[in-house]
């Protein structure tokens, strides 16, 4: 059996039963019930996934999935591709916003090669870096596959492997992602997947005027057009029109699953691989925490299907992981409300009569 | 000239060369263009508050005015009016939502009692306690004046002597409060000075039902109609219709403001005291951060009526300063950015055709 299969067969539901228990620990604690919302709903997510009236949320990692995109020929972003490459660099270096947040987070930042098109060689041996490419970038998905379907498994497995050797010191993990055209084949894969319009799903991406966005929308629908994708699969879906870092946030958050940890999932790429990763298994939804909702309209439609409410929404279209690592303050908040707030008993308070 | 008018007449608009420089400095910054949306208008805030491109952010005070109303004589909560004092016990001895968040967030927590209707004696010395009883909370409303008007200023000015003794050890403030019955007020005052009827004012606050809730908006509409208080005059509002610790709270936002400093403003009762520091002085709302959407319904005209849109969006409605606790990390992720992260030339990435 694969990496990808055993990994799958492993992830389990959230148990319900320490939902129960959070639930009922949270309703003794000496507040009106549930007064503090969705911190609280969090905190009912949290104790489901870990198994745990006590999550761990100390030891966090914000793992940045980079690749390059063939689609890029098209002219589809108002950067040119070789940003990539520099901004996996200035990544490394800690200079990034992602590497601003996470510092502020406590959580490490790891920058991982999953397809870049660029000699990266002279940063192997950095501590937070990781070479594990599939190849020099995808093909162009407006004339065929971005991918083979082996590669699209590789990129998956790339991520696993990533949560594997991650175990053992994380507690919380965070997507994000670093990669030049990127939007478009989230847009791609979210117009696949969630039967909504490219026209719904396109945005502006790094911030493209009018004329471009209509051209990437274009681009987009070529791309469907040309190959195809069956969206009862999902490994053809991402082979077909996706990348390999979105195949690498599938399988990270895959990896999050099975090891019964949260995830923290950043914007419109994190969550086009999150999409993957609960069509491969739906069950891995329930260890997805969905950080912010991005400016990008196809986020919408994306964390709808997932059945997630994001907990920001501050208009953050940076990508790289920089709302995930925003959003991990309320993580680890929620955890310490379930552990550390005085229930009436403790604090000698009156109950009101509710 | 009293101290109330001193300070008002210290206060200074936020800086607007410090906003436009911290705005060109954003726009060097490696990423597309206000891609970190509403965290970089914040750093453009904080940069116009305290005439720094590197705004001080480290030492945080969560302030939490404590005080009773005569108005529970009306039935108006859900809990009884002795919970304010035990509540206050609790928040000194560090049990309280406001403590587990305020410790997490690095903030100190400071309870003051302006005027609890309960012996708190026992507490003087307290490090996390401070004694500025107005009197012993304030008569019913319902019936008549809440405080005579030179205990509204009274009120305001206690919040005043607090901001000035923390002056020296805190760079941004914070809002909470503790008062058993004190949604009642907070409504009142909005619909004074929003013009918005009553019913759109009133919620359920701790967690009353259709019954209660029609009774205390039927209380509020009593309250305003037996004291005519002059939307023209806020210290009148107050006297009329207010609380001790609505007053204390538009005080320290009014020593904040004079102060330069940022002040995170909590949910329903912090900011119809952030209407009155505003009504008093207009320029002191450029001093406040709305840290959260409370789900009170009478949040939603106070804000508009200080030209907010609040941070976090999570159905929080416990008060205490929970939510401007919970906001704090991304005023110190917005001053962050603005001083960490590395610029284009700095970090050597392309720019693109924007």
Same mark, same amino acid.
């Given at each position: 059996?694969?990496?990808?299969?055993?990994?799958?067969?492993?992830?389990?539901?959230?148990?319900?039963?320490?939902?129960?228990?959070?639930?009922?620990?949270?309703?003794?604690?000496?507040?009106?019930?549930?007064?503090?919302?969705?911190?609280?709903?969090?905190?009912?997510?949290?104790?489901?996934?870990?198994?745990?009236?006590?999550?761990?949320?100390?030891?966090?990692?914000?793992?940045?999935?980079?690749?390059?995109?063939?689609?890029t020929?098209?002219?589809?972003?108002?950067?040119?591709?070789?940003?990539?490459?520099?901004?996996?660099?200035?990544?490394?270096?800690?200079?990034?916003?992602?590497?601003?947040?996470?510092?502020?987070?406590?959580?490490?930042?790891?920058?991982?090669d999953?397809?870049?098109?660029?000699?990266?060689?002279?940063?192997?041996?950095?501590?937070?870096?990781?070479s594990?490419?599939?190849?020099?970038?995808?093909?162009?998905?407006?004339?065929?596959?971005?991918?083979?379907?082996?590669?699209?498994?590789?990129?998956?497995?790339?991520?696993?492997?990533?949560?594997?050797?991650?175990?053992?010191?994380?507690?919380?993990?965070?997507?994000?992602?670093?990669?030049?055209?990127?939007?478009?084949?989230?847009?791609?894969?979210?117009?696949?997947?969630?039967?909504?319009?490219?026209?719904?799903?396109?945005?502006?991406g790094?911030?493209?005027d009018?004329?471009r966005l209509?051209?990437?929308?274009?681009?987009?629908?070529?791309?469907?057009?040309?190959?195809?994708?069956?969206?009862?699969?999902?490994?053809?879906?991402?082979?077909?029109?996706?990348?390999?870092?979105?195949?690498?946030?599938?399988?990270?958050i895959?990896?999050?699953?099975?090891?019964?940890?949260?995830? @923290?999932?950043?914007? *419109?790429i994190?969550?086009? +691989? #999150?999409? =993957? !990763?609960?069509? $491969?298994?739906?069950? &891995? %939804?329930?260890?997805?925490?969905?950080?912010?909702?991005?400016?990008?309209?196809?986020?919408?439609?994306?964390?709808?299907?997932?059945?997630?409410?994001?907990?920001?929404? @501050?208009?953050?279209? *940076?990508?790289?992981?920089? +709302? #995930?690592? =925003? !959003?991990?303050? $309320?993580?680890?908040? &929620? %955890?310490?409300?379930?552990?550390?707030?005085?229930?009436?008993?403790?604090?000698?308070?009156?109950?009101?009569?509710?």
């Amino acid at each position: 059996m694969s990496l990808l299969a055993r990994t799958i067969e492993g992830i389990t539901p959230a148990d319900p039963e320490f939902r129960d228990r959070a639930r009922a620990r949270i309703l003794t604690l000496c507040m009106p019930p549930w007064a503090l919302g969705r911190l609280l709903d969090l905190a009912v997510d949290l104790a489901g996934m870990t198994r745990s009236l006590a999550p761990p949320v100390a030891r966090r990692c914000v793992v940045v999935m980079a690749a390059d995109h063939g689609v890029t020929a098209e002219g589809v972003s108002a950067f040119p591709r070789e940003v990539t490459v520099e901004m996996v660099r200035n990544l490394v270096a800690g200079g990034a916003g992602v590497n601003v947040l996470g510092r502020q987070a406590g959580a490490r930042v790891l920058v991982v090669d999953v397809g870049v098109a660029g000699d990266l060689s002279d940063l192997r041996g950095a501590a937070s870096f990781q070479s594990r490419p599939v190849a020099h970038g995808t093909a162009n998905m407006a004339c065929g596959p971005a991918m083979r379907r082996e590669q699209a498994i590789q990129a998956v497995e790339a991520g696993l492997h990533v949560a594997a050797e991650l175990a053992d010191e994380t507690d919380v993990f965070a997507t994000g992602e670093m990669g030049i055209g990127n939007t478009t084949p989230s847009s791609a894969i979210i117009a696949a997947l969630c039967a909504v319009d490219v026209s719904e799903a396109a945005g502006r991406g790094t911030g493209i005027d009018d004329v471009r966005l209509r051209h990437k929308t274009a681009v987009i629908r070529r791309a469907l057009d040309v190959n195809q994708p069956d969206p009862g699969d999902p490994i053809d879906v991402l082979a077909k029109v996706g990348g390999f870092e979105i195949g690498a946030i599938a399988g990270l958050i895959l990896g999050a699953a099975a090891q019964r940890k949260p995830v @923290l999932v950043d914007g *419109l790429i994190s969550t086009a +691989g #999150a999409l =993957l !990763a609960h069509r $491969l298994c739906p069950h &891995a %939804a329930e260890y997805m925490i969905a950080s912010h909702r991005s400016d990008e309209p196809g986020h919408g439609p994306a964390l709808a299907a997932l059945g997630k409410r994001p907990l920001l929404d @501050l208009g953050l279209r *940076l990508g790289e992981g920089t +709302g #995930a690592a =925003l !959003a991990m303050p $309320l993580v680890e908040a &929620a %955890a310490r409300i379930l552990t550390e707030m005085a229930s009436f008993d403790d604090a000698q308070v009156s109950k009101g009569n509710l």
